[in-house]
């Protein structure tokens, strides 16, 4: 959220912080401070609960689940909901608490950003490596790098850590009016012109070829977390870079783009309890720990062939 009356973006293209008294465009009314407070204090109760179930999900992918080449992805996706969270929650406190931070709300605006940058390339490259991972599985099975998970994640990371610090260098510490308009421009078009175009198609591909095939696919629950993830990301986190994007041009809304941080929080909370619900699924009684729910939500019918197919070695060999 925007707690700062201080804007990390040049007067022309500024995203006006909530609770300041000002109007951001000639004819828009003046926000209301108690929808602001409302949406504030909303926010902070639902990073508090994101940060749990996200720590939770970094601790048993990290230390106690088996890991895929699919759950580094999410192992990724959840730092990344973590971290943005975390910085939402500092800066919603911040401005409840009506401090005058200055310089250092630019810095927690510019991490939040990094963030939420980095969940969408990460869930863009999910969509694209599941379908291709279902179009062509025999060449995944034999060619696939070991390691392109990690490598591919690590890079999203960078390249999200250079287009927002690039951003805050020239929209904060060396304001240049026009690069900064230009840089953002672009920041925003790459997020809701390429990744989520990108994201939609491909995770529509490999939906209509499991569910329209004549040929029967064994998806596992990990098709489920990916679908509903990002399906859950396109309608709640996507309309962030939309407001944004709009905000950049020109187009002005009333508690814009406020609207759109309170949906990403949202969407950051509800990831853990999709992947604990999932995995929970068909056990009437919820009795699954954490960790055994998580293991299920996360295991990939190849998994599963692995696993029968050494069990059923080690028998035979018995």
Known sequence: MRPSTTPILPPTTAIQAPGTNQSRAVGLPEPSYTVLKFMESFCLLSAACGMVGNGLVLWFLGFRIRRNHFTVYILNLAAADFGYLLCIAVETVQYLMQFNVGVQFGIFLFLDLFMYGTGLYLLTAISIERCLSVLSPIWCRTHRPKHLSAVVSGLLWALSLLLNALGYVLCTVHPSPRACRRLLIAIGALD?????P???????????????????????RLFIVIMLTILLFLIFAVPLS??????????????????????????????????????????????????????RAFQDSADDRDERETRDTITMSS
């Open 198 to 220: 990108l994201m939609l198609f491909f995770s529509l591909t490999l939906f209509l070829r499991v569910k329209c095939s004549s040929q029967p696919f064994q998806t596992g």
């Open 242 to 295: 939309v407001l944004i994007f709009l905000d950049f041009l020109g187009h002005k809304f009333l508690y814009s783009p406020e609207i759109g941080f309170v949906l990403s929080c949202v969407n950051s909370t509800l990831n853990p309890i999709i992947y604990f619900l999932v995995g929970s699924y068909r056990d009437r009684k919820f009795r699954l720990t954490l960790r055994l729910a998580f293991q």
């Open 192 to 196: 809701f012109l390429v990744c989520a």
